[in-house]
């Protein structure tokens, strides 16, 4: 099965936490995919996490390829944007997600996260399998 995973439970991939067990678990699907933005909100995270001295430097960089390979198919921003722009406007909530939104409405699979305003939002959409993690 193609899940759509965002960087809320792919970070947990690689920084341990309540709900890592849980993420690890979906590795093992089919296919999982993510727009390109996921590489930018995992470093964020690991960027965090150094920040406060949890990951070293080097530890950091390891973390974010380690996330990164799990996936099968990263998709570019552009094919996204105007579905993602729109999605935004309507549910009156920040592009970002919208993109991983409007991927999974693309592909018809569910989208898995961790952000439980998102679920909140998101639970408008009939048409987009929107899971917990």
């Known amino acids: 099965m193609t899940l759509v995973i965002d960087a809320s439970v792919a970070a947990l991939w690689v920084l341990p936490q309540p709900g890592s067990e849980r993420a690890a678990a979906l590795r093992s699907q089919d296919r999982l995919i993510a727009p390109t933005l996921v590489a930018a909100e995992i470093g964020s995270a690991l960027w965090k996490a150094a920040r406060r001295g949890d990951l070293s430097r080097a530890d ?59 679920l909140k939002v998101g639970a408008k959409l009939k048409a987009i399998d929107l899971r917990a993690l």
Do not use: G
Not at 91 to 117: G, M, N, S, V, W
């Open 60 to 118: 950091a960089l390891a973390a974010l390829d380690v996330a990164l390979r799990h996936f099968d198919v990263l998709v570019p921003l552009e094919e996204q944007r105007a579905r993602a722009l729109e999605l935004a406007i309507d549910l009156q909530h920040p592009i970002y997600d919208c993109f991983y939104l409007a991927l999974a409405a693309r592909e018809r699979c569910p989208y898995i996260t961790a952000d439980k305003r998102l």
